[in-house]
């Protein structure tokens, strides 16, 4: 069955979605190399071809689909492939998938990624004849445990067997996941993750330093803490315990709970004394972030913190969703645009140089003009370095889609859809502005040949023009004669810049370092990975530039 040039099976991997994903992605490639496993990146020739489907919203969906019809023609070509469908669309579906689908082999859900081995195992060697062999599946046992402690949880198992070789096949990878929570307790009426991740889980404080400090001695510069709402971190010592002694995942507690102050005498790990431990017990690592925020229960003791310890950057992601009190209600979001206006301002109180970004869900059934222009006055009113917006789409579990029709037309959706990004727009150049003169730090990830693109834009649009000269057709009106002239106009009047350095700010802002020709003789693979002092020069919506300092 191989195609490779040894006997190791092959696997061709591929995510959709959210951070999350990746970070299981990562868990998953780790432990199936660890176990002789061969990665690929053509799917057409892999023996095993595995999706890790993302069901928040509908497109990523449709796309994971489609993958599913193209591994079907294989097998209708004969060929003998194994088709594992992995994450939350394997969750929510279950054995329906298996129906509509009959050419995927094996589902594996979220929370039982450390199964998945045993799965491929007895598809490859059964043909994967058994049906209850083919699933791994939480069902709705992950919300069934009224008990603290989570402690029969193998999944935590498959967090802590990460490999951390310095020369294994990641090593050049200088960011890295680290979870700090796993599923979701919040319930907006929107959102399939509680439902498909499960219920909140809470990895002990010593378990996720351990992670940090070993992908740090292994090269790691920049370390992401990743939680559906990260902020919500809580760990009380001494409740989940194995025989040994050592402390286990706890369920955390629900959106009420976590207001409680904990009782006299318990000792309990915070978000912001989670992430002062990082800071001092890891001194090595240059940035510590974190995401996704809630916007309930931000503490200014997670602000003090940011503000007190240098490598923790002043980012935070804290999606509004939106503007409008009525809707914020519907979506069960469990605060107001007030609330939401003052977690802002005491934000840029205790660190006026952090930046802040969000998503936003137009279109949420019976969402009025009226309330869709207050998400936009909220726009204007956060100076949002960037906001990723999204229509509504229903979503089979949740509670919107039995409460609510789907009742904001979808060119409405599109409408308000476009109007926001343009305001966005205009909120994120003013964003970037401020940057301009300033001098920061910026980790470089990529480098980029601007000069040899600009040269084959200049090089296309030239061929253009004559062609169109020599057939002496009317350009003017040719829809793309705009576009052409541009080119044709950006290169008479701006001189070559060729190869920039590209990372991000502390404060997550993507900066494009040009460098000079006596710079870009320098060792400038180097330079990826490492964090380097600029100034910046100028900048767009999206972008800033910069110059070596
Ligand atoms: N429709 C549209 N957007 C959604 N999101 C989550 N569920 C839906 C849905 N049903 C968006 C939210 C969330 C982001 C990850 O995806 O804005 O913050
Ligand atoms: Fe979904 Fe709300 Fe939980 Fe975020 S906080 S994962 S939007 S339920």
Same mark, same amino acid.
């Given at each position: 069955?191989?195609?490779?040039?040894?006997?190791?099976?092959?696997?061709?991997?591929?995510?959709?979605?959210?951070?999350?994903?990746?970070?299981?992605?990562?868990?998953? #490639?780790?432990?199936?190399?660890?176990?002789?496993? +061969?990665?690929?990146?053509? !799917?057409? =020739?892999?023996? @095993? $071809?595995?999706?890790?489907?993302?069901?928040?919203?509908?497109?990523?969906?449709?796309?994971?689909?489609?993958?599913?019809?193209?591994?079907?023609?294989?097998?209708?070509?004969?060929?003998?492939?194994?088709?594992?469908?992995?994450?939350?669309?394997?969750?929510?579906?279950?054995?329906?998938?298996?129906?509509?689908?009959?050419?995927?082999?094996?589902?594996?859900?979220?929370?039982?990624?450390?199964?998945?081995?045993?799965?491929?195992?007895?598809?490859?060697?059964?043909?994967?004849?058994?049906?209850?062999?083919?699933?791994?599946?939480?069902?709705?046992?992950?919300?069934?445990?009224?008990?603290?402690?989570?402690?029969?949880?193998?999944?935590?198992?498959?967090?802590?067997?990460?490999?951390?070789?310095?020369?294994?096949?990641?090593?050049? #990878?200088?960011?890295?996941?680290?979870?700090?929570? +796993?599923?979701?307790?919040? !319930?907006? =009426?929107?959102? @399939? $993750?509680?439902?498909?991740?499960?219920?909140?889980?809470?990895?002990?404080?010593?378990?996720?330093?351990?992670?940090?400090?070993?992908?740090?001695?292994?090269?790691?510069?920049?370390?992401?803490?990743?939680?559906?709402?990260?902020?919500?971190?809580?760990?009380?010592?001494?409740?989940?315990?194995?025989?040994?002694?050592?402390?286990?995942?706890?369920?955390?507690?629900?959106?009420?709970?976590?207001?409680?102050?904990?009782?006299?005498?318990?000792?309990?790990?915070?978000?912001?004394?989670?992430?002062?431990?990082?800071?001092?017990?890891?001194?090595?690592?240059?940035?510590?972030?974190?995401?996704?925020?809630?916007?309930?229960?931000?503490?200014?003791?997670?602000?003090?913190?940011?503000?007190?310890?240098?490598?923790?950057?002043?980012?935070?992601?804290?999606?509004?969703?939106?503007?409008?009190? +009525?809707?914020?209600?519907?979506?069960?979001?469990?605060?107001?645009?007030?609330?939401?206006?003052?977690?802002?301002?005491?934000?840029?109180?205790?660190?006026?140089?952090?930046?802040?970004?969000?998503?936003?869900?137009?279109?949420?059934?019976?969402?009025?003009?009226?309330?869709?222009?207050?998400?936009?006055?909220?726009?204007?009113?956060?100076?949002?370095?960037?906001?990723?917006?999204?229509?509504?789409?229903?979503?089979?579990?949740?509670?919107?889609?039995?409460?609510?029709?789907?009742?904001?037309?979808?060119?409405?959706?599109?409408?308000?859809?476009?109007?926001?990004?343009?305001?966005?727009?205009?909120?994120?150049?003013?964003?970037?502005?401020?940057?301009?003169?300033?001098?920061?730090?910026?980790?470089?990830?990529?480098?980029?040949?601007?000069?040899?693109?600009?040269?084959?834009?200049?090089?296309?649009?030239?061929?253009?023009?004559?062609?169109?000269?020599?057939?002496?057709?009317?350009?003017?009106?040719?829809?793309?004669?705009?576009?052409?002239?541009?080119?044709?106009?950006?290169?008479?009047?701006?001189?070559?810049?060729?190869?920039?350095?590209?990372?991000?700010?502390?404060?997550?802002?993507?900066?494009?370092?040009?460098?000079?020709?006596?710079?870009?003789?320098?060792?400038?693979?180097?330079?990826?990975?490492?964090?380097?002092?600029?100034?910046?020069?100028?900048?767009?919506?999206?972008?800033?530039?910069?110059?070596?300092?």
């Amino acid at each position: 069955m191989s195609s490779g040039t040894t006997d190791a099976p092959t696997v061709y991997l591929e995510t959709f979605g959210c951070q999350m994903n990746e970070l299981d992605s990562e868990l998953v #490639r780790g432990h199936l190399r660890s176990l002789g496993y +061969r990665f690929v990146d053509d !799917f057409t =020739t892999a023996d @095993v $071809v595995l999706y890790n489907t993302c069901s928040v919203r509908e497109q990523a969906e449709n796309k994971a689909y489609t993958r599913l019809g193209l591994v079907g023609l294989r097998k209708k070509a004969g060929q003998e492939v194994i088709l594992g469908v992995l994450g939350c669309m394997a969750e929510r579906d279950g054995a329906d998938m298996l129906k509509r689908f009959p050419q995927v082999d094996l589902l594996c859900g979220p929370g039982e990624l450390d199964r998945l081995p045993a799965l491929i195992d007895n598809a490859r060697r059964t043909g994967g004849a058994q049906r209850a062999e083919r699933l791994a599946l939480a069902g709705d046992k992950s919300r069934r445990s009224s008990t603290l402690a989570a402690a029969a949880d193998n999944l935590e198992l498959l967090d802590l067997s990460r490999a951390f070789d310095p020369t294994g096949p990641d090593a050049h #990878r200088k960011s890295a996941y680290v979870r700090i929570t +796993r599923g979701c307790n919040k !319930f907006c =009426t929107y959102c @399939v $993750v509680p439902n498909t991740r499960g219920a909140e889980v809470h990895r002990p404080p010593g378990s996720i330093v351990d992670e940090c400090r070993r992908l740090v001695d292994a090269g790691v510069v920049e370390i992401t803490l990743l939680g559906q709402t990260v902020n919500h971190y809580r760990y009380t010592h001494g409740l989940a315990v194995d025989d040994a002694g050592r402390e286990q995942p706890q369920v955390g507690p629900g959106l009420a709970g976590f207001r409680a102050a904990p009782a006299e005498g318990v000792n309990v790990t915070s978000f912001a004394r989670l992430l002062e431990r990082i800071h001092e017990e890891v001194p090595s690592l240059q940035r510590l972030r974190f995401v996704t925020s809630y916007p309930r229960d931000f503490g200014d003791d997670i602000l003090e913190v940011m503000a007190a310890c240098p490598r923790i950057c002043r980012y935070i992601h804290a999606p509004a969703q939106s503007g409008s009190n +009525r809707i914020l209600k519907a979506m069960n979001r469990g605060y107001t645009r007030e609330e939401y206006l003052a977690f802002v301002d005491r934000v840029f109180k205790k660190l006026p140089d952090c930046t802040i970004a969000g998503d936003i869900i137009v279109g949420f059934p019976t969402e009025t003009d009226a309330e869709f222009e207050e998400t936009v006055s909220l726009l204007r009113a956060v100076p949002f370095k960037n906001n990723y917006i999204f229509k509504y789409s229903p979503r089979p579990g949740t509670v919107a889609i039995d409460r609510f029709k789907d009742d904001v037309p979808n060119e409405v959706k599109k409408l308000r859809n476009n109007l926001l990004l343009n305001v966005q727009s205009e909120v994120s150049r003013a964003a970037h502005e401020q940057w301009v003169g300033k001098r920061v730090s910026v980790l470089v990830e990529e480098l980029r040949d601007h000069g040899a693109r600009e040269e084959r834009a200049a090089e296309a649009t030239e061929r253009s023009l004559e062609n169109a000269r020599a057939k002496n057709s009317a350009i003017l009106t040719h829809p793309e004669s705009k576009k052409i002239q541009l080119l044709w106009d950006r290169r008479q009047g701006s001189p070559r810049t060729g190869v920039q350095a590209v990372g991000r700010t502390a404060g997550d802002l993507v900066t494009a370092i040009n460098l000079t020709a006596e710079q870009a003789k320098l060792d400038l693979q180097g330079l990826i990975g490492t964090v380097v002092e600029v100034e910046i020069t100028n900048c767009s919506p999206m972008l800033l530039q910069a110059q070596l300092k």
